[in-house]
């Protein structure tokens, strides 16, 4: 099984990201899932997590408003657009999805599968 994020990058203060994460070896429409992220030297935040069918969402309130998360389970892919990006949105990204439908999962621990990471970078 594995989940592989995509769509980090370099960009300026208010510019946009779309961050994939395409799952194989299972599929994951019946699981919730979710981005998380971690910034050098703090830890690990969650940034928003999506119910199995997308039906529910829930995002961290630092980025409510500018950030959307979005599933397409015939794609087995989850996707996270980053708009109006902050310098301190950066940080390195990665997706995980839960192994049932449970819905809120905050506690990244309590996922079982994770991607490797996709680094943001925003410059001031």
């Known amino acids: 099984v594995q989940l592989q994020a995509s769509g980090g990058g370099l960009v300026q203060t208010g510019g946009s990201l779309r961050l994939s994460c395409a799952a194989s070896?299972?599929?994951?429409?019946?699981?919730?899932q979710a981005w998380f992220r971690q910034a050098p030297g703090k830890e690990r935040e969650l940034v928003a997590t999506?119910?199995?069918?997308?039906?529910?969402?829930f995002y961290a309130d630092s980025v409510k408003g500018r950030f959307a998360i979005s599933r397409d389970n015939a794609k087995n892919t989850v996707y996270l657009q980053m708009n109006s990006l902050k310098p301190e949105d950066t940080a390195v990204y990665y997706c995980?999805?839960?192994?049932?439908?449970?819905?809120?999962?905050?506690?990244?621990?309590?996922?079982?599968?994770w991607g490797q990471g996709t680094q943001v970078t925003v410059s001031s």
């Open positions: 995980a999805a839960d192994k049932d439908r449970r819905f809120p999962v905050r506690n990244g621990n309590e996922y079982d599968y």
């Open positions: 070896g299972r599929r994951f429409s019946n699981n919730g």
């Open positions: 999506i119910s199995w069918n997308g039906g529910r969402i």
